[in-house]
């Protein structure tokens, strides 16, 4: 049972009605904050920003407001308000070109929001983002009182992935901003993330191939099932697709948030859900980590400790892992990073690579006396290990 089904279950202990079961799932007045990723393909209009969505997206915001709740919108639209202002036909697929766009896309994007925006009387802040924050457990951290200050002082905050500096390849580190906005869900234990698209639904097979499909109301598990059914990308200067937005639903599920994917140019879309509307798809949560589980869990991994059966069973059970536990090491870190338990979890070691190629095989009484004094006694404690399937 999911997190909020079971939650539901509680409350309807009584009652055996379907329809009321979902009426629960879908019951958001409790939502006190609420991130809303709008994608590139509904933001855009002929190549450029549309003006008149961006004002009815800051009207719908203004309701929730008024309700009480706390937004944060995650936005894309960058690279490609930045390629209309360049007059490209095509999508830039040169990384330096598209971090040319996003560079001149950015303000113009925020320009918009903010012009929206006062119209209600609501202040908007600017807040980019790198793959290499979030890994970052300072600037992880930092990113999170930052948001909460913003969010007191009655402030939106518009996230986007910083493109014209980051280091990685545009469009991987986040899949227009699809895993961004659930990582952002994530961070600031959001109640809903709503995900908007060109779709009107997670279908059960792509229905731009098959004239059959049919909408999937409610994923109470990500299966396999589930990832095949999605579709393809969207817009020419979208990066993301069915895929990045399953993918998101899964990180966001780990904060126990629930998601609703749905159709962004449906009238009053965001204040039809809140209020309860069967809509879209809703994705329920399977399980509530930690903070710390859930940074464990979405940072990007340094490397691979290649474990003994023994050890992965161990582990499962709650014990520290061990360097006897220990077959090989893959990979250049650090004490203090994260990094892979075979395919399996993600953790923080302890101890760097070099050390741990040394303490392979070994028993623990041996640490100290092989890197000196003053050394843990385990490679990674229960409580900073994190199975990645669940």
């Not at 905050?157 to 699809?178: C, H, K, Q, R």
């Not at 100290?368 to 399937?389: H, Q, W």
């Amino acid at each position: 049972m999911t997190f909020v089904g079971y939650l539901c279950h509680k409350t309807l202990l009584n009652s055996a009605k379907q329809s009321s079961i979902m009426l629960c799932m879908r019951n958001f007045d409790k939502a006190k904050r609420v991130v809303i990723k709008i994608g590139t393909n509904i933001l855009s209009k002929e190549d450029s920003i549309d003006a008149g969505y961006v004002g009815l997206m800051a009207g719908q915001v203004n309701s929730l407001l008024k309700m009480g709740k706390q937004v944060v919108i995650v936005t894309s639209g960058a690279i490609g308000m930045g390629a209309g202002q360049l007059k490209l036909s095509n999508k830039p697929g040169d990384v330096r070109m598209r971090q040319a766009c996003a560079a001149i896309g950015q303000p113009m994007l925020m320009a918009e929001y903010r012009k929206a925006f006062e119209q209600f009387g609501i202040t908007v802040a600017q807040v980019l983002l790198t793959a290499e924050v979030l890994n970052n457990r300072k600037t992880y951290l930092n990113l999170q009182n930052s948001i909460e200050t913003l969010l007191k002082l009655g402030v939106v905050p518009v996230l986007n992935e910083n493109d014209s500096i980051s280091t990685a390849e545009i469009g991987t580190a986040f899949g227009d901003n699809d895993r961004l906005s659930a990582l952002v869900a994530s961070k600031i234990d959001a109640d809903l993330l709503v995900i908007l698209t060109d779709i009107d639904a997670l279908y059960d097979k792509d229905p731009k191939k098959y004239a059959d499909a049919k909408p999937i109301d409610t994923v109470f598990e990500i299966t396999d099932e589930i990832i095949k059914s999605a579709g393809t990308k969207g817009s020419k200067f979208s990066t993301g697709g069915m895929k990045t937005k399953i993918e998101a639903a899964k990180v966001a599920s780990n904060a126990g948030c629930r998601i609703v994917l749905a159709n962004g140019k449906t009238e009053n879309i965001i204040e039809r859900i809140i209020a309860g509307e069967t809509i879209g798809t809703l994705f329920l949560p399977k399980r509530k980590l930690s903070n710390r589980e859930r940074w464990i869990l979405n940072s990007t991994p340094a490397g691979v400790i290649n474990i003994d059966d023994g050890a992965i069973r161990a582990v499962k059970n709650k014990k520290s892992l061990l360097p006897s536990g220990i077959k090989s090491i893959q990979g250049t870190f650090e004490a203090g990073e994260i990094i892979w338990l075979n395919d399996k979890a993600k953790a923080v070691t302890n101890f760097s690579s070099a050390e741990l190629e040394t303490l392979a095989g070994k028993h623990s009484t041996e640490i100290r006396k092989l890197l000196g004094a003053g050394r843990r006694d385990v490679v990674a404690i229960p409580e900073d290990i994190v199975f990645v399937d669940y």
